[in-house]
């Protein structure tokens, strides 16, 4: 079986980040890591940092992840087969926008049927 996505290194990318004068400052931040020559996991641990933020709709985060998506596909895609079928799934779609690609079918579906199980769970209506 798969193991979570915490990767310690992204943790800390992702809390040593510092706001600047603009949004830009951030990804300029996880961009530098990568000018020196990085480790796999180093790799891996900027590649999940934008996953995050692309996933929380940071400008201009989503063309980096992008990138390195496109230039380590062997590495993200690694990772993610590594993940639990949930995981993977949620993954695999954050990867798929991001790309620019269509939400595979049954995607909005899924959605909401787990929004649906959500306000029955808290009481409320959708």
Avoid: H
Wanted: proline letters at 6%; hydrophobic letters at 40%; one cysteine or more.
């Amino acid at each position: 079986m798969g193991r979570k996505m915490r990767r310690r290194g992204t943790q800390e990318l992702i809390f040593g980040l510092t706001f600047g004068e603009n949004s830009e400052d951030i990804n300029r931040q996880l961009v530098s890591r990568m000018r020196r020559d990085p480790s796999d996991d180093e790799i891996l641990d900027v590649i999940a940092a934008f996953y995050v933020l692309s996933a929380a709709e940071w400008p201009g985060s989503a063309k980096y992840f992008r990138l390195y998506v496109q230039l380590f596909p062997e590495l993200w895609t690694g990772e993610l087969n590594s993940l639990p079928a949930v995981e993977r799934a949620v993954g695999s779609v954050q990867t798929l926008r991001a790309m620019g690609l269509p939400d595979p079918a049954g995607v909005c579906r899924v959605a909401v049927m787990a929004e649906r199980e959500l306000a029955r769970r808290d009481g409320g209506e959708p």
